[in-house]
């Protein structure tokens, strides 16, 4: 996923309305990286984004509404399904999307801190919840062109091998902590590619 400035994506052209919210959602970030989800003070975010709380409330409402709206500005900046003409090129990429965003330094802190937010609160879910659906929604492609190449069996469900992909990932990074590298990362694409192969993903 690439960063056109600390928020992927958000300097886009709009005049001053896509400007304001371009330096709120990174104030955001900045807020979630260093204080989570909890600490997100709307009035912080304010000052640190140089508007005023009265456009901050009135757009967004409430800390969960910041991050409902980042969330789908990441969605928006994150990079498109691969094509690479085969199935396990397609799943590889995905597992190095999906790497590569969990152990940036910014954005795995800020997935981390929604995370562990949608834990115990339901409009952080809901955000994560959005966020993830579309992220799968864009690369099922790739599982349904398999099926028509051959690759896969008829009757493949798309959606769960793109999180049998990714699952491994983030147990590490969520759970045991342990180490995430390209090898893991290819590990988890192939497992996924071969339970697809042998129909574990026929509902």
């Not at 409902?68 to 094509?83: K, T």
């Not at 028509?148 to 990932?169: C, F, H, K, N, Y």
Request: proline share 4%.
């Amino acid at each position: 996923m690439e960063q056109q400035s600390r928020l992927a994506g958000t300097v886009r052209p709009g005049g001053r309305t896509a400007k304001v919210r371009a330096a709120v959602l990174e104030a955001t970030q900045d807020e979630l990286v260093e204080c989570g989800f909890h600490g997100l003070n709307m009035d912080r975010v304010a000052a640190r984004a140089g508007v005023g709380k009265t456009t901050l409330y009135r757009r967004w409402t409430n800390p969960a509404g910041l991050v409902a709206d980042l969330m789908n500005e990441l969605a928006d900046v994150s990079a498109p399904h691969a094509d690479t003409g085969s199935i396990e090129g397609d799943l590889l990429a995905n597992a190095h999307n999906v790497l590569g965003a969990v152990t940036d330094p910014r954005l795995g802190a800020t997935f981390q801190a929604v995370i562990a937010a949608a834990t115990g609160d339901e409009e952080a879910a809901a955000a994560l919840n959005a966020f993830y659906g579309r992220r799968l929604r864009d690369w099922a492609p790739v599982v349904e062109a398999a099926v028509g190449r051959g690759e896969l069996p008829e009757g493949t469900d798309a959606l769960e091998v793109i999180r049998a992909v990714s699952a491994p990932l983030y147990y590490r990074l969520l759970v045991t902590k342990e180490p995430l590298d390209e090898q893991t990362a290819d590990r988890a694409a192939i497992a996924a590619l071969k339970a697809a192969q042998a129909g574990a993903f026929i509902p």
